[in-house]
């Protein structure tokens, strides 16, 4: 065949073999480059496609695990290459190099590579180069240098029209952003990214998926993180990217761990090292040994000195492989384990020898050195040492926390203080001092309600999901009261759910929020006028109680946590199996009877060993863990005692302040009453309230929608909604009060302007919430406490209509009559069934 024929031929099996690597598909680019290099190796005139082709392949094997194979290309295409291709030959050796772990050679060959290289002659390789030597700098620590090649990568791929390259520097920007802890800017620039992974290659959407699971376990949403790394591993897998593949194993592992879940971070941490020694890459292999081993510390039945043993061993290897900063964690698991191992000198010397956390250290790196340190301080009897090395960690935490504008991520930033939250309050417990158990609990608890609320910014995308959402919903409700089936729905709804929750994660926070300072119990107990308080607070299994009233303060040890919450969830079972029932009168009794024992049980555990205490005084309860959703007024000793529960004393004193500062407002503000469709005496109980309030709002059948309501709720001074909803486990911005076109969810809720400043729910169940580490709750609640709402009465179960009808005009009755909302809410269930509406907030 002729030369030029032969050499076109290869030429164009040459870009189709590019175009698949550039897509993540190194198997479809291997088949494609060897069907290359069949052709120019039938004529001595091809040895420059033929270097080409030699050079490309090189990559894919390597992708493929074949790494020994790639750098044989290599060698054998330096025989081949013509000068002007050169650079291109370096920077691929780079890669390799890099790939393998050797990261200080790979620098070296990029550096040369893209010093041969021009944006006029080579933008390809130029873009691909510099955006390969970031990700030398950036594992090395040098976060500006990285960034300087990641701009001008970006910079000679727009002005080349290479989109594809530009979507990956972003990428990569995005993960300087995850180094920084600016992860809301990571997770923007990773939505961008995916858009246009999704037209120009979707090969890569495996790997942005490993790069935004990283930055979803640095938020702490681990459970988001290990949905997105199943779908990277089975792409991966698919794709034959053994690269991406261990890297997704590693950061499994991270997110194990970060759940609680150690065995398993073990066993992911042992495949990845296994899966980057394969590919030869020992600097990776370090780093999942170094996950691994913090894991089998972490499992506690590890003997603690062999745990030490091997940290000392890994340290000096991480840092000859030039990791400093992974050599310092080694360091510091290993000072732990001699501590647990009892050998609290040696472990003193280790951490005096060790540098305090450096700007650019990642959180992880921060908090545990402030843990590390208040356990070696303990050990030694430095209890103030240790309290403030304890007190600082959660300082660094409440930093990163406040960069965050949204509720899923601020709330999920809690897990990564689990442990410095549970030394701290075992520390404040043996103490014996009531006062320190008060104020270690509240620095540990429903933090993120204490943050300057942050209205997200205007975001089209995010509205038209959010309204195809409400469209779509109402759809599905027509069809399920119609009997038709609903199954072809849900993946649109989860889609739309996914979309604008992750366009709310790029929310930015409020950045310069000050950590909360407990306030002074003198000062919680002039608040209290009279009223006792109640702060649950579990260490291990144990439940405490502290209570505080204008006598004394004390702690009261309860029992077993784990038995309280499986006595409540009884409770709240029984609740729902009575609401709206008709049962034969014989059977209804002895549902009733079993209820009472449930609530005589779940009493007898949380409130009963306390009374002797609080007398009969009314009471703020903050509870913790899923205590949250007990429905008080159930309990004998609370069967007509005004009762209000807040996730932390801070959040109600924050809501007490906005009361009391809308207070002489109050007396005018507007009144609004919603009736949703679907509920029989919904209208009649709207009629009913709203003829209790003079001059009010009242929006009832077509005209009673989410933008209606959401507008006349807007600076009310009381909003009743009567609606059905529903709480959504998963997802809890995503619960729902079913109104005309549609439903009004969470995320509408902070859109308002300005929260009403009290809030009614009479339907069930939205008095429930999410409860996640550190007590931070996510749920309707608690996204009108955040947006400034002050009360909100809602039910922590299902609801007949007749009652809650009944409760409901006799709550307003109530507070026309002059009562407070939480000694409303006593007066109104005195009497009725079920007694499951609680009072949140200010009360």
């Known amino acids: 065949m002729d030369p030029a024929a032969l050499a076109r031929r290869a030429t164009r099996w040459h870009a189709a073999g590019l175009a698949s690597s550039d897509a993540g598909q190194p198997g479809r680019a291997a088949r494609e480059l060897r069907a290359g290099l069949r052709l120019a190796k039938r004529h001595p005139a091809l040895r420059d496609i033929h270097a080409r082709l030699l050079i490309s392949l090189a990559w894919a094997e390597s992708e493929r695990g074949r790494v020994e194979l790639g750098f044989r290309l290599l060698d054998e295409a330096e025989a081949l290459v013509a000068p002007p291709q050169r650079p291109i030959l370096l920077g691929q050796r780079a890669l390799l190099l890099k790939r393998s772990g050797r990261n200080a050679e790979a620098l070296r060959q990029y550096d040369e590579s893209i010093g041969l290289l021009s944006d006029l002659t080579h933008p390809p390789d130029l873009v691909k180069a510099l955006n390969n030597r970031s990700l030398v700098h950036l594992e090395a620590g040098n976060v500006r240098l990285a960034r300087a090649d990641l701009r001008r990568c970006a910079e000679v791929a727009a002005r080349h029209g290479l989109g594809l390259h530009v979507a990956m520097a972003r990428t990569n920007l995005g993960c300087l952003d995850v180094i920084a802890g600016d992860l809301p800017a990571a997770l923007r620039a990773f939505a961008r990214s995916d858009a246009d992974y999704r037209v120009l290659a979707p090969g890569r959407l495996a790997n942005l998926a490993v790069e935004r699971a990283r930055a979803l376990v640095a938020a702490g949403l681990y459970r988001e993180a290990e949905r997105q790394l199943a779908s990277a591993v089975e792409r991966a897998t698919q794709q034959q990217l053994g690269h991406t593949y261990a890297d997704a194993l ?314 309280a919450e499986e006595a409540v969830r009884r409770l709240r079972a029984d609740l729902d199996g009575q609401a709206g029932r008709a049962m034969p009168a014989r059977l209804a009794a002895v549902v009733r009877a079993a209820t009472r024992q449930d609530a005589d049980r779940v009493g007898s555990m949380v409130l009963d060993p306390v009374l002797p205490l609080v007398g009969d005084r009314d009471l703020v309860v903050v509870p913790t863990g899923l205590l949250l959703t007990t429905p008080w007024h159930a309990l004998p000793a609370c069967a007509s005692r005004p009762v209000t529960v807040a996730p932390s004393v801070g959040v109600w004193l924050a809501a007490r302040r906005r009361l009391n ?43 009673a929608t989410p933008a209606a309501a959401l507008a006349a709720m807007a600076g009310a001074g009381l909003a009743h909604i009567a609606a059905h909803g529903q709480h959504q486990t998963e997802n809890p911005l995503f619960s729902t009060l079913e109104l005309a076109g549609g439903p009004l969810m969470g995320y509408d809720v902070q859109e308002l302007r300005t929260a009403p400043r009290t809030v009614v729910l009479s339907c069930c169940d939205l008095g429930l919430t999410d409860v996640r580490h550190g007590d931070e709750a996510l749920g309707m609640p608690t996204a009108l406490l955040a947006a400034g709402t002050a009360t909100v009465v809602a039910s922590v179960s299902r609801v007949a209509d007749e009652a809650a009808t009944e409760i409901m005009v006799a709550y307003h009755r109530a507070v026309v009559a002059g009562r407070p909302p939480a000694a409303a809410l006593a007066e109104a269930v005195r009497g009725n069934q079920p007694p499951s509406f609680v009072c949140f907030g200010a009360g």
Do not use: K
């Open 250 to 563: 590693q950061v499994r592992a991270e997110a194990a761990l970060l759940a609680g879940e150690p065995v398993a971070a073990a066993r992911w941490a042992r495949r990845a090292r296994a899966a980057f020694l394969g590919r030869t890459n020992v600097r990776r292999a370090a780093l999942a040994a170094l996950l691994e081993l913090r894991a089998d510390q972490a499992v506690g039945e590890v003997d603690q000195a062999t745990v030490a043993r091997r940290a000392g061993v890994l340290a000096g290897r991480l840092a000859r492989l030039g990791l400093p900063e992974d050599a310092r964690v080694a360091g510091m698991v290993r000072a732990r384990a001699l501590v647990a191992a009892g050998r609290p000198r040696r472990a003193a010397e280790l951490i005096g020898r060790q540098a305090g956390p450096r700007r650019t250290d990642r959180l992880d790196t921060r908090l545990l050195w402030h843990m590390a340190r208040a356990e070696v301080a303990a050990s030694a009897g430095r209890s103030a040492e240790a309290r403030r090395s304890l007190l600082a960690g959660m300082t660094a935490l409440h930093r990163h926390r406040a960069r965050f504008g949204c509720a899923d991520l601020q709330t999920g930033a809690a897990v990564h203080g689990r442990d410095l939250a549970r030394a701290g309050l075992a520390a404040a417990l043996a103490e014996g001092s009531a006062n320190a158990v008060y104020r270690w609990s509240e620095r540990a608890r429903a933090q993120a309600l204490l943050l300057p609320p942050v209205r997200p910014p205007d975001d089209p995308v995010a509205a038209e999901a959010l309204e195809e959402l409400r469209q779509l919903q109402h759809r599905v409700r027509q069809a399920e009261l119609a009997g038709r089936p609903t199954l072809a729905f849900h993946s649109r709804l989860e889609a739309l759910q996914r979309v604008i929750r992750e366009r709310a994660w790029a929310t930015p926070g409020p950045r310069d929020a000050a950590p909360p300072t407990p306030a002074p119990l003198s000062a919680v107990t002039a608040q209290l006028a009279g009223a006792a308080l109640v702060v649950y607070v579990a260490a291990g299994d144990v439940l405490r109680a502290l209570v505080v009233t204008d006598r004394a303060t004390s702690v009261v040890v309860l029992g077993d946590r784990g038995t």
């Open 661 to 703: 500062a809308g207070r002489p407002a109050a007396e005018s503000a507007a009144v609004t009453v919603v009736a949703g469709p679907g509920i029989p005496r919904g209208e009649a109980e709207a009629r009913a309230v709203a003829s209790l309030h003079q001059g009010a709002v009242v929006l009832t059948g077509p005209e």
